[in-house]
């Protein structure tokens, strides 16, 4: 990210393994969006509840794309889950979720 230390890139990298990516909920939404721009604009702007949760919170591993379950539980009945069992089915985009104005 412009004006960040380097010493800043070893609290994810380790200096030689920089490949194999490490951070906790704590690492800057704004280093993971100096690679994944499109996505980190998109969360930026969103009116969604997600656009103020940090990258690493629901990535805990660099490329872990998680369940919506696992923060959110079973937030329907059963018989609706079973006609749209993947959440972003209504839902769209994680990053930017439909919210009611």
Partial sequence: VDGQPTEACL????????????????AESATCGSCHSGVY????????????VNCAECHVSHGLIPECRSCH????DA???????????????AHDLPVKQ
Wanted: aromatic content about 6%; some cysteine.
């Fill in 11 to 26: 609290a994810c990298h380790p200096a030689h393994k920089p490949l194999q990516i490490a951070y906790d909920s704590t």
């Fill in 79 to 93: 018989s609706l889950l079973s006609k749209f069992p993947a959440c972003l089915d209504c839902h769209l985009d």
């Fill in 41 to 52: 604009v998109t969360w930026q702007q969103t009116a969604s509840r997600h656009g103020s």
């Fill in 73 to 76: 539980g079973l937030p329907h």
